[in-house]
């Protein structure tokens, strides 16, 4: 039996000698920062294949290991399964690229370098501009427990309705929205669309961004019937978010998406 100490999550196996994903260490910053960039760019293709491009609307990032004040993120005007390793760029957090080719998406950099100026802690950022997201963020109201996956992001996200629908390219426009994610997980922008951030890792952010789009359709689809939900109750509800929506389940979802575009984009290394 595996020791229970090292266990983070209930669906790490007992028993011994079976295959399951591992969360890496890194023996340098140079290898974590092409893990991160790899994993960056699988985010970006993720998103593509769930249908969540809209133009050149939505950026991904990822803070660098080695140079904190930096972050990696996906070039302006390149589509999402156009992403690769060797057209990523570097940023700092006045928006200055320091590493690549292409020009960075002013709105991404007003939004991302403030939230993760201001959040330490937060390693990795997603938004888009998605079907869905954006419908429900018209309501300017919070999703409710009415799956369990929904669940996950009970009392683990906020809407925000600074700004709201103002595009967010002047010079400090992120400083109050940044505000809005101490100690959770996703936002909730009125008029605007859906943010998702991790502490864990790019996968975390990725998938809780993928997973947030899918349960604002289901809520959309749900309230389209006329017919008030049964909620999941709020003890449930924090007990499946606790098993479900942490950071490590964030990443481990992730997985089979990396699996699969490993075998299917291999172009995405270049």
Request: proline share 6%; hydrophobic share 45%.
């Amino acid at each position: 039996m595996l020791d229970r100490v090292k266990r983070v999550s209930i669906y790490q196996p007992e028993q011994p000698g079976l295959r399951f994903p591992e969360v890496p260490a890194f023996a340098t910053p140079a290898e974590e920062r092409r893990h991160r960039k790899e994993r960056l760019v699988a985010a970006c293709r993720s998103f593509a294949l769930h249908g969540l491009d809209y133009g050149f609307a939505g950026h991904l990032t990822v803070r660098d290991p080695e140079h904190p004040h930096l972050y990696w993120t996906n070039p302006m005007a390149v589509h999402f399964s156009q992403v690769k390793v060797s057209n990523l760029i570097l940023a700092d957090h006045s928006g200055r690229v320091v590493e690549g080719d292409h020009a960075i998406n002013r709105a991404g950099f007003v939004l991302h370098a403030a939230v993760h100026e201001a959040h330490p802690d937060i390693v990795a950022m997603c938004h888009a501009h998605t079907v869905h997201g954006v419908a429900f963020a018209a309501l300017g109201k919070k999703l409710e427990p009415i799956t369990q996956d929904a669940a996950v992001f009970f009392e683990d996200h906020v809407v925000i309705g600074d700004q709201a629908g103002k595009v967010a390219v002047e010079d400090g426009a992120g400083a109050g929205i940044a505000a809005h994610f101490k100690g959770v997980k996703a936002a909730i922008h009125q008029n605007h669309g859906l943010l998702t951030v991790s502490r864990h890792s790019i996968e975390a952010a990725a998938f809780w961004f993928i997973a947030l789009e899918r349960c604002c359709q289901q809520q959309l689809m749900i309230d389209a019937t006329g017919i008030a939900p049964k909620l999941v109750p709020p003890d449930k509800a924090r007990f499946s978010r606790e098993h479900v929506g942490s950071e490590y389940i964030g990443w481990l979802h992730f997985q089979p998406i990396w699996g699969q575009l490993v075998q299917s984009q291999p172009d995405m290394f270049d």
